[in-house]
T-cell receptor, first 113, second 115 residues
Framework: ETGVTQSPTHLIKTRGQQVTLRCSSQ?????VSWYQQALGQGPQFIFQ???????GRGNFPPRFSGLQFPNYSSELNVNALELDDSALYLC????????????FGQGTRLTVV | KQEVTQIPAALSVPEGENLVLNCSFT??????LQWFRQDPGKGLTSLLL?????REQTSGRLNASLDKSSGRSTLYIAASQPGDSATYLC??????????????FGKGTKLSVIP
């Protein structure tokens, strides 16, 4: 059984650029969620994907978008990068349902300069 | 809006001590609570999951309790070791609409265990 894997581990982008982060969910998990963790803060919910559709979103603007593929892997896309987008981006996978356990990847550290 | 608070923000203890980390949440309509460990610059490792119907869970030297009605959870670490040094995060899972459920996190407690 493989865990949640994210790529790349580190990334540096210039303000205004676009970025794509990738996540492979744990084997058998059909739900993927993305979180943003600024330095010294707890992770904040960005959105969740189930059956290739977004079915929940936190307080993030539309320039944060995502995809989920038939194999349950996922992408997070951020357009028009801002300096405040610098953070650790975490992907979590789980089974669908209200009381399931979330498993997280190692994260992608994004720095916007 | 759910808010999760963790006290203390930082804690330093000598090796071998028992310690308690606290977590409180404002809305008791949760399905479960998870405690995570985070090493610097790394992802989250799930330590314990407590369902809303449970009172406590144990794993090795770790014991987590949940009092859903009062909005509180504690993580007890017995016989602390330098390898326990990390940031500990608690998160509650609740319904967020459209069939989705999200975790709301506290800011964490940074634990340092001094040899």
């Amino acid at each position: 059984e493989t865990g949640v894997t994210q790529s790349p581990t580190h990334l540096i982008k210039t303000r205004g650029q676009q970025v794509t982060l990738r996540c492979s969910s744990q084997s058998g998990h059909n739900t993927v969620s993305w979180y943003q963790q600024a330095l010294g803060q707890g992770p904040q919910f960005i959105f969740q994907y189930y059956r290739e559709e977004e079915n929940g979103r936190g307080n993030f603007p539309p320039r944060f978008s995502g995809l989920q593929f038939p194999n349950y892997s996922s992408e997070l896309n951020v357009n028009a990068l801002e300096l405040d987008d610098s953070a650790l981006y975490l992907c979590a996978s789980s089974l669908a349902g209200r009381d399931t356990e979330a498993f997280f990847g190692q994260g992608t550290r994004l720095t916007v300069v | 809006k759910q808010e999760v608070t963790q006290i203390p923000a930082a804690l330093s203890v000598p090796e071998g001590e028992n310690l308690v980390l606290n977590c409180s949440f404002t809305d008791s309509a949760i399905y479960n609570l998870q405690w995570f460990r985070q090493d610097p610059g790394k992802g989250l490792t799930s330590l314990l999951l407590i369902q809303s119907s449970q009172r406590e869970q144990t794993s090795g030297r770790l014991n987590a309790s949940l009092d859903k009605s009062s909005g509180r959870s504690t993580l007890y670490i017995a016989a602390s070791q330098p390898g326990d040094s990390a940031t500990y995060l608690c998160a509650v899972r609740a319904y967020s609409g459209a069939g989705s459920y999200q975790l709301t996190f506290g800011k964490g407690t940074k634990l340092s265990v001094i040899p």
